[in-house]
């Protein structure tokens, strides 16, 4: 049973970096394109310090609400059974035998039923392609996210100079 749980923490870690690079990402492009938008609106509409202050109090929840996402996913605590079942839930061919036999081989209660639906064994689970669990359309679409917006804000400079700098910076920080 030790070697399944560990299997499973190890399974579980493995979704909880996945999840945690989807929200970094997401979140490092939501961050940029925002702040791209300022500096244009900074360009365009030279709008007064209280507005800038604005835009940078934005820009600063968005880091935040980043940094909460991320910590969130990463302090998860995920149990041998919900990992089974997050398992289960992509691979349909388990039906329903690893949750049964983690749960059943936890009961003390001496059931015969249950002592017999252990003695059959773990269920096959190793072979099981565990890199079909990762979403990679979001994560696709994320990187294809931040790489738009890295070229909406390294792009604009080579045709501004340091103006787009300058407005990227004044959007950053109100108090220049």
């Known amino acids: 049973m030790a070697s399944l749980d560990n299997d499973l923490q190890q399974i579980g870690h493995k ?6 690079q989807l929200a970094l990402v997401s979140g490092l492009a939501a961050v ?4 791209c938008l300022f500096a244009l609106f900074d360009i365009f509409c030279q709008y007064g310090r209280m507005t ?9 929840s968005l880091v935040i609400a980043t940094g909460y996402l991320l910590r969130r996913v990463m302090s998860r605590k995920i149990t041998p059974e919900g990992i089974a079942a997050t398992l289960e839930r992509a691979f349909p ?3 329903n035998h690893l949750i049964n036999y983690i ?20 269920p096959s689970y190793r072979e099981l392609e565990f890199q079909q669990m990762k979403n990679r359309k ?9 790489a738009s917006v890295l070229l909406l804000v390294l792009g604009p400079a080579l045709f501004m100079g340091r103006s787009w700098g300058t ?3 004044r959007s950053v920080n109100p108090f220049t």
């Open 52 to 60: 800038r202050f604005v835009c940078a109090t934005i820009l600063l």
């Open 103 to 122: 749960q059943f081989s936890r009961d003390t209660s001496g059931n015969p039923f249950k002592k017999a639906y252990v003695g059959k064994g773990k």
């Open 167 to 169: 407005a990227l910076w």
């Open 15 to 20: 979704l909880k970096w996945w999840r945690a």
């Open 32 to 35: 940029l394109g925002a702040a």
């Open 138 to 146: 979001a994560h696709l679409i994320s990187y294809a996210a931040l």
């Open 93 to 95: 061919q388990l039906d």
